[in-house]
């Protein structure tokens, strides 16, 4: 994934008003995305597929104990999640690049998975979906490489109706102890491991959201965090049908 990523300084997010947030020393743009995404497609499933089955199967376990029946998978990537979900969830992926969303495609087909309503290219950062569209949005593995994970964070907001939950599993930076002290270490080869081991929560949550935030570090070696946020507000009211 060498040659993929490309230097984003945190002063890029200025002008949403997120230049406090700790950004990751790179950041991916949407070109260098769908560049390398065009590259890992054929591969992801063996290479990455194993080691972050454990976290993508907690995160799909949790989506599947909330209420609502619609999901937005974002990221959703080759759809290695898609078996996982119950047969009541109906699910909306969209993914920044065409070919894992045809991988994605090419394995709903080939399981005959009736409950994804649809597979889309769009921008997470930027979707063509109605305010409240969703019961539940899920990003698995996506958080730290999007452009802007604030203004992922705020988008998912917009599309999930009150009430609702945004999910997210990730690695995050450690807080401490020698894993901080390797991940900082690492991060200098960002370009070549094509991921940001020193991606911090902060950089995706803002104080506010971080301590209402439910933080759960998925085992065997907590390499992994599910983070559930419940979105606030008043559910709208059902109305019910006149007699
Ligand atoms: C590490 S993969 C994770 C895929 C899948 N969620 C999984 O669990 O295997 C990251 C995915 O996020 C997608 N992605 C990155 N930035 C995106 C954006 N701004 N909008 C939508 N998808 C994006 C990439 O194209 C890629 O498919």
Redesign the pocket.
Known sequence: MSNVLQDAPAEADASAGLACAPAPRSA?D?AA??AA?RRWAGV?DTV?GGV?AFG?KRAVAAVNSLPGTAVLE?????G??LPHYRADKRITG????GD?LDRARQRVARMNLRNIDALLE????ETRFADASFDIAVA???AS???NPRR?LAELKRVVRPGGHILFVNHFLATGGVRLAVERGMARASHSLGWHPDFAMEALLPPDDLARATIQPVPPAGLFTLVTLPRLGTPARVEKPAA
């Open positions: 991916l949407a995305v769908k995404y992801y990455f972050s993508r974002v990221g959703v990537g080759t290695l999640a969209i993914d920044l690049s894992m769009m921008d997470a950062e698995m593995f996506v490489v999007v452009p992922l």
